[in-house]
């Protein structure tokens, strides 16, 4: 199931993404849940299935059946028409707006050697011995659509092409080899960077903060990890997802990568960054950028040219079966 939070009529609502005849279509759960349970408040709506995407994920064992019965019956046709909206005629947020917390992560190895060798860096051997992620600001979510940076973000401002984990359930002290349990679902991050900001702040050994919280992209919706079952394998170190990864610039394809390229599972992330500390309903935990999957990286191998994004400039994010998270840097 691609699920999709959305405005509509100036309402934050959220829903599912539906094919009807060639046609997409967002389904309205408050509305169809409402009519289904034949329930005109409200409330009692919100209370049993969730008045957001985050309660959904929290209430997904009562709520996700029916939402899956609602689709299924939209499929058919059997819908009432007002509980359906053209794709077209809402905009979608951020599938998860508010996330409780967001964590980054730093497991496609390609990315890491390569960005330290354009450094004069060598590659730092912890890399292989456990899973790093550092926190960013769960504040700062975006969606699709505009990202307003200021002045000091243009200054070398970059994308980074990322999927991330939504987590279901809560857990504490995973094992990688039980953690997909925890994981509800996947979608696109842009880890939006301010290069020169985050080289000073750097330098000072506490990791990213001002170079990086200023905006993450997500979205355009969360997809069930049913919805990839045709592109996942299961091993010991928890499951790997065969799905390609391109980022374009102004139209200009500058990244090719697969998530199935990472070097620490998202398993083996959750295990890590659920040590001694419980993971919560809506957390994201984002995969780190893959190989080619950033200005840093590209200019450092001379794959382009000194180039940074700017305002106006429009960015692309694809994965495979994740759909398409499509930004325009605007000067706030």
């Not at 995969?287 to 999957?293: I, N, V």
Request: aromatic residues 8%; proline residues 5%; charged residues 25%.
């Amino acid at each position: 199931m691609k699920l999709v939070t959305f405005v509509a009529e100036g309402q934050e609502r959220h829903g599912a993404l539906v094919e009807i005849q060639g046609n997409s279509f967002v389904v309205d759960f408050p509305a169809a849940f409402a009519w289904r349970e034949k329930e005109t408040d409200p409330r009692v709506i919100a209370d049993r299935f969730g008045g957001d995407m985050l309660g959904l994920i929290q209430r997904q064992d009562e709520a996700m059946p029916l939402a899956r019965e609602i689709v299924a019956l939209a499929q058919e046709g059997k819908l009432p028409e007002n509980l359906l909206r053209p794709l077209a005629s809402v905009r979608l947020l951020a599938p998860v707006p508010r996330p409780p917390s967001m964590r980054d992560g730093y497991a496609f190895r390609q990315h890491v050697e390569t960005a330290r060798r354009n450094r004069g860096l060598e590659m730092i051997p912890e890399f292989d011995m456990f899973p790093v992620f550092y926190f960013t600001n769960h504040h700062g979510v975006v969606g699709p659509g505009d990202v307003e940076v200021l002045e000091r973000h243009l200054e070398r401002l970059d994308f980074e092409l990322e999927a991330a984990i939504v987590v279901g359930k809560k857990g504490k002290n995973l094992r990688a080899d039980e953690a997909d349990a925890h994981v509800f679902g996947l979608t696109i991050m842009n880890d939006w960077s301010a290069r020169a900001l985050q080289m000073e702040e750097m330098k000072l050994s506490l990791g990213p903060a001002k170079g990086k919280d200023f905006a993450t992209s997500l979205g355009p919706y969360l997809v069930t990890l049913d919805e990839l079952e045709a592109k996942t394998t299961r091993g010991p170190n928890g499951n790997v997802y065969d799905l390609v990864m391109k980022a374009w610039v102004n139209g200009v394809q500058v990244s090719t990568g697969n998530v199935k390229d990472m070097n620490w599972t998202f398993a083996q992330i959750l295990e890590r960054a659920s040590y001694g500390v419980t993971l919560h309903p809506g957390d994201v935990i984002g995969s780190g950028t893959c190989g080619t999957g950033c200005f840093l990286e590209l200019n450092g191998s001379g794959i382009t040219k000194n180039q940074w994004l700017k305002e106006g400039d429009e960015v692309v994010l694809e994965i495979e079966g994740l759909g398409r998270l499509e930004n325009r840097i605007v000067r706030g």
